[in-house]
């Protein structure tokens, strides 16, 4: 008996297979069309972070320089009213600086900075700390002096200490920040890439719909 009636026949069956190919090819597309936005996202994410922590770290040079001068006019200035207005606006000078260093090395999430995570970071910030320490503790001084015995001069002894360790503070600050600017484009670079991997993976499966239509 010839069993051939009994085959499928030969369109069918091609049919079929197409039909299996094609359906994989759009659930790939798929696939990957989302695993591409949720590396867009975690991208974009990343890019926001980087700006923000990058921002924060160029103004703690503005800060430092800011903090010195304040200490500097309270040598020049004798009207009282005017050295109060100064010591005002000293401490709320320290009291961001403090905050923001702080924030890039431990994470802070109201102001949206994440924890200083990579090696050479740590090791900038453990060689700059010292001159940062120096200088929050003779402004700290200084306030506690008017605070506590309402006396508006400082030290020259403060004074010495904030000159000595702003130069250093200001160039370990700049290389904190190039540093940071180097990991967002090594950030951006690794984003291309994944990017070029998926394109790669979907580019196959792009034309396939025209094999339905052969």
């Known amino acids: ?16 297979r197409i039909r299996k190919w094609y ?5 790939t597309i798929a696939l990957s069309i989302i695993v ?32 010195t001068k304040e200490v500097l ?22 009291t961001v600086w403090k905050e923001s260093h702080q924030a890039l090395q431990q994470s802070d999430v109201a102001m949206g900075i994440s924890k200083a995570e990579n ?33 508006s001069n400082p ?9 000595e360790n702003e130069r250093s503070f200001l160039k370990m600050m700049d290389t904190i920040v190039n540093k940071y600017d180097v990991l967002s484009k090594t950030h951006f670079t690794e984003f291309k890439v994944q990017g070029i991997f998926i394109v790669g993976h979907i580019a196959p499966y792009i034309g396939f719909g025209d094999i339905v239509h052969i």
Not at 1 to 16: A, E, G, I, S, V
Not at 76 to 93: C, H, Y
Not at 156 to 162: A, N, P, R, T
Request: aromatic fraction near 8%; hydrophobic fraction near 40%.
């Open 23 to 27: 359906l994989f090819a759009l659930a």
């Open 36 to 67: 591409a936005q949720i590396l867009i996202q975690h991208h974009l994410n990343s890019q926001l972070d980087d700006s923000k922590v990058i921002n924060v770290a160029g103004r703690q040079r503005a800060y430092s320089q800011k903090l």
């Open 119 to 151: 090696e050479e970071v740590q090791v900038l910030f453990q060689n700059i700390n010292p001159h940062y320490n120096a200088m929050v503790g003779a402004v700290e001084d200084i306030i506690s002096d008017f605070n506590d015995s309402g006396k």
């Open 155 to 163: 030290d020259q002894s403060y004074v010495d200490i904030l000159l």
């Open 1 to 16: 008996m010839n069993d051939d009636k009994y085959l499928p026949p030969l369109d069918t069956t091609t049919f079929q």
């Open 73 to 94: 006019l309270l040598k020049e200035i004798s009207d009282p009213e005017e050295r109060n207005q100064i010591f005002a606006e000293l401490g709320e000078t320290l």
